[in-house]
């Protein structure tokens, strides 16, 4: 392992470098506006977004006119919460009014949203701007296509490799320093794999934490809405401005509207932590960088006061099994409509993604979710009964060259590396957390799980290993 970047430019000193607790408090001391925020974030965007291509719209306009409200309001003493005045962008899934949808494809480029989505809603409701629509894979699943209306995202740190996908425009976006926050879905790892790769955190929150409403489905019983940002702390701010129930989506039934910043304390003392080398340890597929850097967070948090022990987890290979079964299935029913009427109209990686859905039978269907049911109690009965925590991989090596996506479908092992799936069938939250570069500078991390509506342990352990580990300090360098 390497504490040094591929390439890396300080922070301290830029806008960029403000988290969002430092940027609203010099927001509301009247030392900083929102505006200022905005035209900082238009100008690296203008400068390096032709290159990495993390937008596929800029609301250049609507931000600024966002900002200038905001910096009023607060003026006048009006505060709507701990994104007041901040920047973010959403995923090209979620619907914001008057702006089209494109999910990435030219099957939807022209669709216009009637409505916001519940994530944007709150946004705006919270006085936040949106700067744009980020690049996503087509309709969250395919690949890092060239064959569609708009060029994949590229990875900031070394423009030959991915920033892993769907929400790939986030991940590289968040790291490139154009904005702190950003807001995406993570079915099977859409918002881990990004952050994993791009060395940002990227928060899959409890299944139903955060409303769908609006959203462009895939799988909806595995499809999971929440924010990719540059820090821990960003990520409780971004996750407290959009959780909580939501009539317009069932599932959001038993979601509580807890307060994630007032505990956020990287006091891990007392704090149980489970770990299992099993999924990843022994596979020689797994750098041995990743599985170094997690046995040295584990020291970390033990020094720091926790309890650690090893358990035993059922086998990985069910949990991926079960969510590629229901991903199919679910993703080709999803788009069944399209994919009969107009075949030729998706992406290549995309196609040949949902199409296998086509063979699972209602019965196979059913069963895999059984499977599903019974894999969460294992969780829960072997980790989370005597557990706070659990620790494991997210990413078996760093981030793929892109040309690993060649002719030959499905690609390369290690160019679809995650080991994210298992908490997409489960619902329970699930953070990728940075923990510096391997070798060849790239950036590795580590998976962060809890039970269900844990995320306020999932902040505790991860700001302390951020502490130690997160090299929060640096951005990729941009020329």
Request: net charge negative; proline share 8%; hydrophobic share 40%.
């Amino acid at each position: 392992m390497s504490d040094t970047p591929m390439s890396g430019t300080p922070l301290s000193g830029t806008l960029s470098g403000l988290s969002v607790a430092e940027a609203g408090a010099r927001l509301r001391a009247g030392t900083l506006t929102s505006v200022e925020l905005v035209e900082h974030s238009l100008g690296l965007i203008d400068a390096y977004d032709g290159e990495l291509h993390t937008f596929v719209l800029v609301t250049r306009d609507l931000a600024l006119r966002r900002a200038e409200r905001a910096d009023r309001e607060l003026r006048e003493g009006t505060d709507r919460g701990p994104l007041h005045g901040i920047p973010y962008a959403l995923k090209d899934i979620l619907a914001a009014e008057g702006l089209p949808t494109t999910n990435h494809s030219r099957l939807t480029l022209d669709d216009i949203a009637a409505e916001d989505s519940t994530v944007e809603a709150r946004l705006r409701a919270g006085g936040a701007v949106l700067l744009g629509k980020l690049a996503t894979y087509e309709f969250a699943f395919g690949g890092p296509s060239t064959d569609l209306p708009f060029p994949p995202a590229g990875n900031p740190w070394h423009r030959e490799h991915i920033p892993s996908g769907s929400s790939s425009g986030a991940g590289a976006a968040v790291a490139a320093g154009f904005l702190r926050v950003a807001f995406g879905s993570d079915t099977a790892g859409s918002l881990r794999g990004p952050a994993f790769h791009c060395g940002a955190v990227g928060l899959k929150p409890t299944y139903g934490s955060v409303s769908g409403h609006g959203a462009t489905p895939l799988a909806p019983s595995m499809d999971h809405f929440g924010p990719l940002a540059w820090t821990v702390a960003d990520t409780a701010a971004a996750l407290q401005a959009v959780a909580g129930p939501d009539p317009r989506d069932p599932r959001t039934r038993k979601a509580p509207a807890p307060d994630f910043l007032t505990p956020l304390t990287g006091d891990v003392r007392g704090l149980r932590v489970a770990y299992s080398r099993a999924w990843y340890g022994s596979d020689p597929s797994t750098l041995p960088e990743i599985t170094e850097s997690i046995d040295r967070a584990l020291v970390h948090l033990e020094k720091l006061g926790a309890v650690v022990e090893e358990c035993a987890l059922p086998p990985y290979e069910l949990f991926d099994a079960c969510g590629r079964v229901i991903l199919m299935a679910e993703g080709f029913a999803t788009h069944e409509e399209n994919l009969r009427r107009a075949p030729r109209s998706f992406g290549r990686f995309t196609y040949q993604k949902l199409m296998p859905g086509a063979g699972v039978t209602p019965d196979e269907l059913q069963r895999a979710h059984h499977m599903a049911d019974r894999l969460r109690a294992a969780l829960d009965r072997r980790v989370f009964a005597s557990h706070d925590l659990l620790i494991t991989a997210c990413g078996q090596t760093t981030a793929a060259r892109t040309d690993a996506f060649g002719t030959d479908w499905p690609p390369p092992k290690l160019a679809n590396d995650m080991q994210t799936i298992p908490f997409g069938v489960t619902g329970h939250p699930a953070m990728s957390l940075p923990l510096g570069f391997a070798g060849n500078g790239l950036p590795i991390g580590a998976q962060l799980v809890g039970p269900a509506f844990g995320e306020a342990d999932l902040f505790r352990a991860g700001l302390a290993l951020e502490a130690e580990f997160g090299r929060r300090d640096v951005r990729p360098v941009l020329a």
